[in-house]
Structures are given as C-alpha cells and as structure tokens.
C-alpha cells in the first residue's frame, strides 16, 4: 500500500504571495491532519479534516487554510506569506476508528522557503 | 490542553552501546506514538503504544498510562540510529498529536 505523499517537495516563495501544498493520504485513510515544523516551535497541529469537514484547527492566523476533497485529498493554503511562514509541512493521515483519532502516518513534508 | 516533555534533549553515546528516551505528558491519552525523523524529515513510525510494551527487533517501547510516562529503549545502538527522535500524544477527544520537543541521539562509530 502506498504511503502518505506530498507535493511538491521544496518550495520557494516570496513575502506576500500565496501557496498551496497537497497530501494524499493511504488508501482508505478518510482523516488528513497537517503539522508545521519550525526550529524554534517544533512540530505544531495545523488542521485536521475528517469526510471533507474541519474537525479541529490549531492555534494559527487565518491566513492558513485548507480543505479536503471527497477522495480524501487535502489541500492546506497560506495566503500573504510571511519569513515566518518558513517551515517544513508535514502531512498525516489515519483511519479512524469509532471515537479514537488511531496511528497516525506522515508523508515526507514540504520544505517551505519565504524570501 | 496536554504537555509533553522528552528527555534527554541530547544524547551521545558509541556505538553499540545502549540507550532509554524518555516522554512525560501531563494527561491521559488516546494515542502515543514514538518517531524517528529521517535527515530529509520525514517521520517515520517506531511504535503506536498507548500502553503497554512492544519490541520491534533492537527497538522497544514501554507506556505506563496510569503514570504518564513512556519509554523507548534501543540496544546495540547502530550510527544508522542517529536523529531526532520525537514523541507524540493525542489527549482524550483531543482530535490532535501534541509533539514533544525530541531527544537528537547522536551515534559515533
């Protein structure tokens, strides 16, 4: 079974544009969370999107966003991007028993770069 | 919501020899997974244990739920062992991991 991947790999971007970053999840996995990792902050939640629906959403400004399509595809958007913006994004997904979020698997991230 | 705290944050040792990681986190869990960062970052799956003991091969894993506490044991400790190890937890109804900091383990040949 395939893992999770991510796309694209690297990315750089200037202060004030907008990004958008993808993950596709294991096969049947139906819940897709996504994670910043920054050196000072470490790894910190983002969102998470079960069957299309925000569940949860971190501690972050509005200019993070996302979605999640009906094959369980995500997509996480930074619009009017900042230095601080530059991290690795790491994507997870997981199948979800009844009440339990179960083991999660991440995808090899997407290095974000903000000149 | 919940804290983790892994300890040490460093760790040299030789190779061969062995090594204890520690993760404390301050609420009951749902889940905890243990990671291994890869050079490039990617996460990779040591052990999903939100109690009990596992083994897989020189890795082992131990979490004592009612005291909040998990360990990762590694033996024979080889220099591929070398990075950041992280610890992870999901709080009850949490929805989220919350990472705790990492341990870098440092193998020299």
């Known amino acids: 079974k395939a893992g999770v991947t991510q796309t694209p790999r690297y990315l750089i971007k200037t202060r004030g544009q907008q990004v958008t970053l993808s993950c596709s999840p294991i096969?049947?996995?139906?819940?897709v969370s996504w994670y910043q990792q920054t050196p000072g902050q470490g790894l910190q939640f983002l969102f998470e999107?079960?069957?299309?629906?925000?569940?949860n959403k971190g501690n972050f400004p509005g200019r993070f966003s996302g979605r999640q399509f009906s094959n369980s595809r995500s997509e996480m958007n930074v619009s009017t991007l900042e230095l601080g913006d530059s991290a690795l994004y790491l994507c997870?997904?997981?199948?979800?028993?009844?009440?339990?979020?179960?083991?999660?698997?991440f995808g090899p991230g997407t290095r974000l770069t903000v000149l | 919501g919940i804290q983790v705290e892994q300890s040490p944050p460093d760790l040299i040792l030789q190779e061969g020899a062995n090594s204890t990681l520690r993760c404390n986190f301050s609420?009951?869990?749902?889940?905890l997974q243990w990671f291994h960062q890869n050079p490039w970052g990617q996460l990779i799956n040591l052990f999903y244990?939100?109690?009990g003991t596992k083994q897989n091969g020189r890795l082992s894993a131990t979490t004592v739920a009612t005291e909040r506490y998990s360990l990762l044991y590694i033996s024979s400790s080889q220099t591929t062992d070398s990075g950041v190890y992280f610890c992870?937890?999901?709080?009850?109804?949490?929805?989220?991991?919350?990472f705790g900091q990492g341990t870098r383990l440092t193998i020299n040949p």
């Open positions: 997870a997904s997981s199948f979800w028993g009844r009440t339990i979020m179960g083991e999660q698997f």
């Open positions: 096969s049947g996995h139906r819940s």
């Open positions: 999107y079960f069957s299309e629906t925000q569940r």
């Open positions: 609420d009951s869990v749902n889940n």
């Open positions: 244990i939100p109690s």
């Open positions: 992870a937890v999901e709080g009850q109804g949490a929805q989220k991991l919350v």
